[in-house]
């Protein structure tokens, strides 16, 4: 969340912010709402005042007939004030839900546009397969493989969820090893975190729990939801603390499970484990200095291509436009790999800092040496591995004439397998 006041000094750079990103919001109502607002504070305030003067008085009158007069001139006052206190608070829920819809400013070099067409190709990295054969999709080649079944978790659990099994497993598993051994030689402190979480901390995080596009997945009869990615977890871990700032980057990585609606989600680009209800995920989450967050997504990028070179699996590096952003992300960054099957490239990782749109609404602070030197952390998060799509890299990748499938050489020593053979 911005701060109110930035917003209200900055009314053209809120208003054109939002268009860029493709968001509706209603300034005027915004204003409005912050000027009734202010003016209950002021109304609340002089109610107490004048019931303090008036219990002060009463205190001193020793007629008792006098002293009813400001016995009932003091029920008055706290009629009126709790009165005004409803109209406040009232006031201040619409005034937040208005505040909740406005997304982060978005950095100054990050391209303008509605949708991922003007996303900008900033390098691509390693080589593409040249087949001696015509390439198939994972979906193709996992009715040869049966490392993945669809139908089944469609019966059990409905559309777009599947299970892994045989060799689909053992390829979960070692991505995820994979991954943390990366994270841990960086300095990472590595968490496997819970699946769900306050509805307030998703909403902190910038995750929007109602309306028709929420990716999130509520919890009937609890203030609770699914969380769609461990950004949500290690984000939520430090709410109302204070960080020494000694100790900053804290660096975190979390495995979990990440479930999303995929409200809208259609086409040819949505099929098979692209796009699912729920699949795996090693998430990076980064507290910085707010002077060092530009660096720490350089460094997050970074990491992101270190496993994807490891991999060897070609992917380009693309600078997300303002409508790709999301609520909280100030500059993003996404990693997107070659299908081979699908002669497309896909988005396997992402990348953002969020300055302290999030700590802000989270109220994560931290603290130097010298007491002046406090403030909101800045946070930042990306995809380590997200396991359903790296699992079509690799397939499609790593695909053979006869339908087998090469594991690649430094997932080995976790799969204890050179290949996955056609059944």
Not at 201 to 218: A, D, H, M, S
Not at 277 to 304: A, C, G, N, R
Request: hydrophobic share 35%.
């Amino acid at each position: 969340m911005l701060d109110l006041r930035f917003i209200l000094e900055n009314k053209q750079l809120i208003i054109e912010n939002a268009r860029n990103r493709n968001v509706k919001i209603d300034y005027d109502l915004i204003e409005s709402l912050a000027k009734k607002r202010n003016q209950l504070i002021k109304e609340v305030d002089n109610l107490r005042h004048q019931i303090n003067l008036n219990t002060a008085e009463f205190k001193k009158e020793k007629d008792e007939k006098k002293g009813e007069n400001f016995i009932i001139k003091g029920q008055s006052l706290k009629s009126d004030l709790k009165e005004k206190e409803k109209n406040l608070r009232q006031v201040e829920q619409m005034l937040d839900e208005e505040l909740e819809k406005i997304p982060n400013i978005s950095h100054p070099d990050a391209p303008v546009g509605q949708d991922e067409n003007s996303n900008q190709e900033v390098k691509k990295v390693g080589e593409m397969p040249v087949f001696e054969f015509i390439p198939r999709d994972h979906l193709e080649l996992n009715k040869k493989l049966d490392i993945i079944d669809f139908e089944s978790a469609t019966r059990v659990a409905g559309n777009k969820f599947y299970y892994l099994k045989n060799e689909g497993v053992l390829l979960e598993l070692a991505l995820i090893q994979y991954a943390f051994e990366i994270l841990r030689q960086e300095g990472f402190i590595i968490y496997s975190t819970p699946d769900i979480a306050t509805i307030d901390v998703i909403k902190g995080l910038g995750f929007n729990p109602r309306g028709e596009e929420t990716q999130i997945y509520k919890l009937e009869d609890f203030d609770l939801g699914l969380i769609a990615t461990a950004e949500i977890t290690l984000g939520g871990l430090y709410k109302e603390k204070i960080i020494n700032k000694e100790l900053l980057p804290l660096k975190l990585g979390g495995l979990s499970h990440c479930f999303r609606t995929e409200a809208g989600s259609y086409g040819k680009a949505s099929k098979g484990l692209y796009r699912v209800h729920q699949f795996t995920k090693v998430e990076m989450f980064i507290y910085s200095k707010p002077e060092e967050s530009d660096k720490m997504l350089d460094y997050i990028v970074s990491i992101e291509e270190k496993i994807f070179k490891g991999l060897k699996i070609p992917f380009r590096v693309v600078d997300c436009c303002t409508g790709e952003l999301g609520a909280a992300a100030y500059r993003k960054y996404d990693l997107e790999a070659w299908f081979p099957g699908e002669s497309r490239w896909g988005e396997i990782t992402s990348a953002s800092n969020c300055t302290d749109f999030q700590s802000r609404r989270l109220n994560i602070k931290y603290l130097g040496r010298e007491h002046k030197d406090k403030g909101f952390v800045h946070t930042l998060n990306g995809t380590a591995i997200a396991i359903s799509r790296a699992i079509i890299a690799i397939l499609e990748n790593y695909q053979q004439a006869d339908g087998s499938v090469m594991i690649p050489q430094v997932l080995r020593k976790y799969t204890d397998i050179d290949r996955i053979s056609p059944k």
